[in-house]
């Protein structure tokens, strides 16, 4: 069997393994709930990706992955070893066999036969074994590298989904100091119309922009519970118990630098990592089809030991050895031209991963071209909208103050409420899409090891 259809199989299997882990997922995660250790008290974004890396179920099944692997190149070596083997049978024969000799009727044989033996099998040259022996280290290989992309993948959108909660618990917070202010405006808007002093118009005007918040506040708590539930999913973190998430968002800022002068190594890339191994194993594919021209050769050796007689009872009283070895010489001669298909199979199978390569540098100089660009143009939107939040927060306290003096109209209130609250919900954005955008840097540069 080629390195082909093995991984063929091998994907085959997983698919078996990834459905019965699926099912008892629900049944894993109420396990968790009743382990203090596999719960987090602090949920720090270094605590949630390293717990992500520990019980994420597709990451289990990669490690699990690699332990078939592993048992499955032992098992393929072990045909290498002497196979010795032990072979007890025993006949009786009811009616024994006659012969006519000159003419008269002979019988051949004894009532009772037992033939105990051992016999053993060398593998001299076999091309699947000796696959197995050159292809055993970048198999290994080749499932680690499995498991290292997977979490690399796993760090990744779980640091993006837990910026995203952080987005929004921001906005969260925005809205709740919006609502706190908006209720002492609309107090101050309904006693100046109580007083005579405006119209009823300030006042309901309040009342219309404090609703418009609370209705956006509460539709932001709502979006926040399932954006947790995400992130707890791609955690593989027990739904049912809460996840206290901690951050510092000074630390953040000062994290969000990154050289963007750095040269770009696609070799670092584990996609480029495991492609290389492909090629590889695909190199000893074409191998192997080219040994279908040569013998087989094994070896073999056999200690019998012959009982005959006619009494069951005195049957392994007298002992008959027979023993003998020799070698076994397989050459096939002409099989339809099929080992010259096969032959030219694995070599355009060959060809096609130099395609996959060359499509791949191709493509990894668009994605880090796409995640630069992304993160300098939120670099310089965070940039500028730092120091908007300050300017909206004093352009608001003295347009407010000004309100309350009868200098300014409750208009000019609202529309400066509202650049505040647009300005602090697009900073706190804004710095959540550069770290994002920051990790897609890093990821395309291959920097995000595991």
């Not at 078996?16 to 382990?35: D, E, F, R, W």
């Not at 990744?156 to 908006?182: E, H, P």
């Not at 013998?295 to 050796?301: A, I, M």
């Not at 006619?310 to 020799?326: A, M, Q, W």
């Amino acid at each position: 069997m080629t390195i082909f259809y093995m991984t063929k199989l091998l994907r085959w299997r997983k698919a078996l393994k990834i459905g019965a882990l699926l099912s008892i997922q629900a049944v894993l995660a109420q396990g968790q709930s009743t382990k203090p250790d596999s719960l987090l008290t602090e949920a720090t974004l270094e605590n949630v990706v390293r717990y992500a890396i520990r019980y994420q179920p597709l990451i289990q099944q990669s490690v699990i992955d690699e332990e078939v692997t592993q048992a499955t190149i032992k098992g393929k070596l072990a045909d290498w070893y002497p196979q010795l083997n032990f072979l007890y049978s025993y006949q009786r024969n009811i009616q024994l066999q006659t012969s006519i000799i000159g003419g008269n009727p002979i019988k051949f044989g004894v009532n009772n036969t037992s033939a105990p033996q051992l016999y053993a099998t060398l593998n001299i040259f076999n091309r699947d074994v000796l696959l197995a022996s050159k292809t055993a280290s970048d198999v290994r290989t080749h499932a680690k590298q499995v498991t290292s992309s997977n979490k690399i993948d796993i760090a990744v959108n779980v640091t993006k989904a837990f910026y995203d909660v952080l987005a929004t618990s921001q906005q969260i917070r925005v809205g709740q100091g919006d609502v706190v202010r908006l209720n002492q405006s609309l107090k101050t808007a309904y006693d100046q119309y109580a007083a005579g002093i405006v119209d009823k118009t300030d006042y309901k005007r309040s009342t219309i922009t404090l609703r418009n918040t609370q209705a956006t506040l509460k539709a932001n708590q709502e979006l926040l519970k399932y954006k947790l539930a995400y992130l707890k999913a791609l955690m593989g973190y027990p739904p049912a118990n809460d996840l206290n998430i901690i951050y510092d968002t000074l630390q953040m800022e000062n994290e969000i630098a990154l050289d963007t002068l750095q040269s770009l190594e696609y070799t670092a890339r584990i996609d480029y990592k495991l492609l290389n191994t492909q090629r590889k194993l695909q190199e000893a594919s074409l191998k192997y089809a080219k040994w279908s021209f040569l013998p087989t050769v094994s070896g073999y050796g056999y200690l019998i030991s012959n009982y005959f007689n006619n009494n069951f009872s005195e049957l392994y009283k007298t002992r008959y050895p027979n023993s003998y070895v020799g070698v076994n010489f397989l050459l096939p001669v002409f099989q339809g031209g099929k080992r010259n298909a096969n032959i030219s199979l694995q070599r355009w199978n060959l060809r096609r991963i130099d395609q996959d390569v060359i499509n791949f540098r191709n493509n990894v100089n668009a994605q880090y071209a796409q995640a630069l660009a992304a993160y300098k143009g939120n670099l310089i939107t965070y940039l500028s909208l730092k120091e908007n939040v300050s300017l909206a927060k004093e352009v608001y306290d003295v347009i407010q103050l000004q309100y309350k003096t009868g200098v300014k109209t409750y208009l000019e209130v609202i529309t400066a409420e509202t650049d505040l609250r647009n300005t602090r919900i697009n900073y706190f954005n804004a710095l959540y899409q550069v770290l994002a955008s920051k990790i897609d840097v890093q990821k395309a540069l291959g920097q995000i090891i595991y």
